[in-house]
């Protein structure tokens, strides 16, 4: 699994070739990581069809924008939403889209997919991975497959992508609060992220950070009189 920071420059050079978008000061950073599609043996088959949704009771509590989460609504049209159980058909929309409430949407349009689950790992560093393998409404003839992974512990998020192709629909992908504010959006489109690895995690507040370097320069203070004592 993917836990560890990026560096910045290439958060940032994601967020050029990528099209990353936020909405006020996102709580969260995307980044781009291996593609790494996870093997889907011994999955439970969730719903399937042409605008369906799912209610499940997730494997483990998920933190998300700051609420637990033990349950999720998953759309056959490439979404799951912790607050919302409409399908959402038919059009994508960019982050922060309301009709989808709290959210995590890897590729959210107007597919007829197979939707299933897996969950893999050991307690305390689970990972959920949501899969959908189908095509675009009305472009059979162009099949997709694609996975959404709930990280335990870290509570981040990985998208990853394998063959996925819609051209007659608007495409949305990311993540959104319940009220849409510190929204992530990528700006996908079909020629950049097939074959393509997203990493979201979540940003430590301020305060957090403040108490990070207060504790990191105790340790300092402390070891310098150590020394000095010796």
């Keep these: 699994m993917h836990t560890i920071a990026k560096p910045l420059a290439l958060v940032a050079t994601f967020a050029l070739s990528m099209g990353m978008s936020s909405a006020h000061a996102a709580p969260y950073t995307a980044s781009s990581i291996a593609n790494n599609v ?17 209610a499940v009771t997730l494997p483990f509590a998920f933190n998300f924008y700051g ?15 912790f607050t919302i159980s409409d399908a959402a058909c038919c059009n994508g929309q960019s982050f922060p889209g309301a009709r989808i409430g709290a959210a995590v949407a890897p590729a959210w ?9 897996k969950t ?8 959920y991975v949501v899969s959908w393998t189908g095509a675009e409404f009305g472009n059979g003839a162009n099949p997709a497959n694609f996975q ?14 394998g063959k996925t192709f819609a051209s007659g629909h608007v495409l949305g992908s990311g993540i959104q ?5 510190g929204a992530v959006g990528l700006n996908l489109s079909t020629s950049n992220f097939s074959g393509r690895g997203v990493l979201i995690s979540a940003v430590p507040e301020a305060d957090t950070y403040a108490m990070l370097l207060a504790g ?3 340790i300092g203070v402390v070891g310098r009189r150590r020394r000095a004592a010796v």
Aim: glycine share 12%.
């Design 120 to 127: 893999t790992g050991a307690v305390g560093t689970q990972e």
């Design 177 to 181: 609060s319940a009220n849409g504010a």
């Design 38 to 54: 996870r093997d889907m043996g011994g999955v439970v088959a969730l719903t399937s069809g042409d605008d369906k949704s799912v």
């Design 109 to 117: 349009t107007d597919w007829v997919a197979a939707v299933s689950s």
């Design 148 to 161: 959404a992974i709930l990280h335990e512990g870290s509570n981040n998020i990985e998208f990853q992508y």
């Design 216 to 218: 990191l320069g105790l």
């Design 67 to 81: 609420t637990d989460y033990r349950t999720a609504y998953i759309s056959t049209n490439g979404f799951l939403s």
